[in-house]
């Protein structure tokens, strides 16, 4: 099949970003495409790749996602998440800030979704809003809380799957730890901003657009989906605007149904 084909390019695939440290990336879009209740999803992506700006300050990174989600009535859909990220220095070196890091985010959700259509295909609009909270240990370590809202569209059938959402994310940081790190390096990674701010001491705003494919047969699908992080308010910090991931999608209820 052509997406099994698109599946491995897509996770290997490589990002390039400059060797300041970014401490924000957007996690994977949980996307149900419920059509009545009953029904359970779960889904297993990752990607892994490279980073470096043609210095010494490049390394490896690594995303995991494990996402779940049920209907247990119809129109009522619950989302959890669990998304980790690591990156690994070639050649670290912890005085300009290239050193391994490592970050987790766990969330839940709920929403309502409506399936419309007769026979296998189906169009479904869907909206979830959660919460989710991690951490970052990196040049600096910090908490992560995030509100999110996400409306989303896609059709759904037997073979096929396609959706696009639009993630409102607001997000603040806690417990910031600079690691013995001086106000001069704070500044130079603009963690602390013109008028003095420091990061956690401000809420940040992003919306994140996603675009989510599926292709196989009934209970088993791959999934690769894109999605990308752009700032609402001003961010002075570095992010990483996008993610691509790659995995698997299984449908339980239908892994599940008896054979007729």
């Given at each position: 099949?052509?997406?099994?084909?698109?599946?491995?390019?897509?996770?290997?695939?490589?990002?390039?970003?400059?060797?300041?440290?970014?401490?924000?990336?957007?996690?994977?879009?949980?996307?149900?495409?419920?059509?009545?209740?009953?029904?359970?999803?779960?889904?297993?992506?990752?990607?892994?790749?490279?980073?470096?700006?043609?210095?010494?300050?490049?390394?490896?990174?690594?995303?995991?996602?494990?996402?779940?989600?049920?209907?247990p009535i119809k129109h009522l859909g619950i989302i959890a998440n669990y998304s980790t990220w690591a990156y690994r220095a070639d050649n670290p070196e912890p005085v300009g800030g290239n050193v391994d890091a490592d970050a987790h985010l766990l969330e839940v959700g709920v929403g309502g979704y409506y399936a419309a259509g007769k026979g296998k295909f189906k169009l479904i609009t869907d909206i979830y809003g959660g919460f989710g909270a991690g951490q970052l240990k990196s040049d600096v370590n910090m908490?992560?809380?995030?509100?999110?809202?996400?409306?989303?569209?896609?059709?759904?059938?037997?073979?096929?799957?396609?959706?696009?959402?639009?993630?409102?994310?607001?997000?603040?940081?806690?417990?910031?730890?600079?690691?013995?790190?001086?106000?001069?390096?704070?500044?130079?990674?603009?963690?602390?901003?013109?008028?003095?701010?420091?990061?956690?001491?401000?809420?940040?705003?992003?919306?994140?657009?996603?675009?989510?494919?599926?292709?196989?047969?009934?209970?088993?699908?791959?999934?690769?989906?894109?999605?990308?992080?752009?700032?609402?308010?001003?961010?002075?910090?570095?992010?990483?605007?996008?993610?691509?991931?790659?995995?698997?999608?299984?449908?339980?209820?239908?892994?599940?149904?008896?054979?007729?």
């Amino acid at each position: 099949m052509k997406i099994l084909r698109l599946a491995i390019p897509a996770i290997i695939l490589i990002s390039f970003s400059s060797c300041h440290r970014y401490y924000y990336k957007p996690n994977a879009v949980n996307t149900p495409l419920f059509t009545e209740g009953g029904q359970a999803h779960l889904n297993l992506a990752g990607s892994f790749g490279g980073e470096s700006d043609g210095t010494d300050y490049s390394g490896n990174t690594y995303f995991f996602d494990v996402q779940g989600s049920v209907s247990p009535i119809k129109h009522l859909g619950i989302i959890a998440n669990y998304s980790t990220w690591a990156y690994r220095a070639d050649n670290p070196e912890p005085v300009g800030g290239n050193v391994d890091a490592d970050a987790h985010l766990l969330e839940v959700g709920v929403g309502g979704y409506y399936a419309a259509g007769k026979g296998k295909f189906k169009l479904i609009t869907d909206i979830y809003g959660g919460f989710g909270a991690g951490q970052l240990k990196s040049d600096v370590n910090m908490r992560i809380n995030r509100f999110f809202l996400q409306p989303g569209i896609g059709i759904r059938s037997p073979w096929f799957d396609a959706a696009f959402n639009l993630r409102m994310v607001h997000l603040r940081y806690s417990d910031f730890n600079a690691n013995g790190r001086t106000n001069d390096y704070l500044i130079e990674h603009e963690l602390i901003d013109v008028r003095g701010r420091r990061i956690d001491q401000r809420n940040y705003v992003f919306a994140e657009p996603a675009i989510t494919l599926r292709g196989g047969y009934k209970f088993a699908k791959v999934q690769l989906q894109a999605v990308f992080a752009n700032e609402v308010n001003n961010v002075p910090w570095n992010y990483n605007g996008a993610r691509f991931t790659a995995g698997f999608y299984f449908s339980l209820e239908d892994a599940l149904k008896p054979r007729q």
